[in-house]
């Protein structure tokens, strides 16, 4: 834990979003996945769009960055059940020389894993509301406590002195080091008494976020199931538009670019759909 002395809006452990239908719902944008995950959609622009762009996204992709090539290369052990088989059946397009005749072969299968990702999708997100009526609550509970505890160390803390500001960062991320020794630890409090509030306050934040840090790990594990099974159907969308342009289906292809900028837009597909049909149609 990083201390800041001359931050008034200080982050602590219970920082974040509350809780709610709308974080369940996995924005796809702000999902971090890590080193863990191997493809990522380096869509900048997509959060600045609106429902309409998605509806008229261009009849390459726009933004597209994944296709067949990167899926194919991927490293399959980091991929889901669902992208595996997919990754299966891009090779098999991939390597084929007559692109309209392998997608043909490979067609059926592909909208079949797509279906099972936007499936696997529905279910991690039921999943995150029923873990979320018992996980609440203790959420809710600690971030109280954090706060509480904070609000005397904000105090405390503006009274060091700027100049001495570093120094006691320095000395209080010490004292939240477990490494740091007893002894040490006891060193930097009698230097640090000239501040009388500042280390008992200090210490009663520290516990406050050590023992909401356990419910924080359940929130920030329940936030990447979602968002991981978030990202499959944006994937398999841009690599199914990739196999839909090399076999010479343009309008196909358009249309899983729309629905993969639909996805990343935080709209289900059922209603892009419902969008699309409620817009005239093009002569």
Same mark, same amino acid.
């Not at 809006?9 to 944008?29: F, N």
């Not at 994944?66 to 991929?79: N, R």
């Not at 740091?180 to 060193?187: D, L």
């Given at each position: 834990?990083?201390? /800041?002395l001359?931050?008034?809006?200080r982050?602590?452990?219970?920082?974040?979003s509350?809780?709610?239908?709308?974080?369940?719902?996995?924005?796809?944008?702000?999902?971090?996945?890590?080193?863990?995950?191997?493809?990522?959609?380096?869509?900048?622009?997509?959060?600045?769009?609106?429902?309409?762009?998605?509806?008229?996204?261009?009849?390459?992709?726009g933004?597209q960055?994944?296709?067949?090539?990167?899926?194919?290369?991927?490293?399959?052990?980091?991929?889901?059940?669902?992208?595996?088989?997919?990754?299966?059946?891009?090779?098999?397009?991939?390597?084929?020389?007559?692109?309209?005749?392998?997608?043909?072969?490979?067609?059926?299968?592909?909208?079949k894993?797509?279906?099972?990702?936007?499936?696997?999708?529905?279910?991690?997100?039921?999943?995150?509301?029923?873990?979320?009526?018992?996980?609440?609550?203790?959420?809710l509970?600690?971030?109280?406590?954090?706060?509480?505890?904070?609000?005397?160390?904000?105090?405390?803390?503006?009274?060091?002195?700027?100049?001495?500001?570093?120094?006691?960062?320095?000395?209080?991320n010490?004292?939240?080091?477990?490494?740091?020794?007893?002894?040490?630890?006891?060193?930097?409090?009698?230097?640090?008494?000239?501040?009388p509030?500042?280390?008992p306050?200090?210490?009663? /934040?520290?516990?406050?976020?050590?023992?909401?840090?356990p419910v924080?790990q359940?929130?920030?594990?329940?936030?990447?199931?979602?968002?991981?099974?978030?990202?499959?159907?944006?994937?398999?969308?841009?690599?199914?538009?990739?196999?839909?342009?090399?076999?010479?289906?343009?309008a196909?292809a358009?249309?899983?670019?729309?629905?993969s900028?639909?996805?990343? /837009?935080?709209?289900?597909?059922?209603?892009?759909?419902?969008?699309?049909?409620?817009q005239?149609?093009?002569?």
């Amino acid at each position: 834990m990083t201390i /800041l002395l001359d931050a008034p809006d200080r982050q602590t452990a219970s920082a974040g979003s509350d809780i709610t239908a709308q974080l369940l719902q996995a924005d796809y944008q702000k999902t971090q996945f890590g080193d863990a995950r191997v493809i990522k959609v380096a869509d900048t622009q997509a959060a600045a769009a609106g429902p309409q762009d998605a509806v008229d996204a261009p009849q390459d992709g726009g933004d597209q960055k994944i296709g067949v090539k990167d899926l194919v290369g991927a490293d399959t052990a980091k991929l889901s059940p669902t992208m595996q088989t997919l990754q299966g059946l891009a090779g098999h397009f991939d390597k084929a020389s007559d692109k309209p005749k392998a997608l043909g072969e490979v067609k059926a299968e592909v909208e079949k894993a797509i279906g099972a990702a936007d499936a696997a999708q529905a279910q991690a997100i039921k999943d995150a509301a029923a873990e979320s009526v018992t996980l609440k609550p203790k959420y809710l509970a600690a971030k109280a406590d954090v706060e509480a505890a904070a609000g005397p160390f904000q105090a405390a803390a503006q009274k060091v002195p700027e100049a001495d500001q570093k120094h006691v960062e320095a000395e209080l991320n010490l004292l939240a080091d477990d490494k740091t020794s007893p002894a040490v630890k006891k060193a930097i409090e009698s230097e640090l008494s000239s501040q009388p509030d500042l280390v008992p306050a200090f210490n009663k /934040l520290l516990a406050a976020e050590t023992a909401a840090l356990p419910v924080m790990q359940e929130v920030k594990a329940m936030q990447d199931k979602v968002g991981a099974a978030a990202e499959d159907p944006v994937v398999a969308r841009m690599v199914y538009a990739d196999m839909l342009e090399q076999g010479g289906d343009k309008a196909g292809a358009k249309q899983m670019n729309a629905e993969s900028m639909a996805l990343q /837009l935080g709209m289900t597909i059922e209603q892009f759909h419902a969008l699309q049909k409620s817009q005239p149609q093009k002569p």
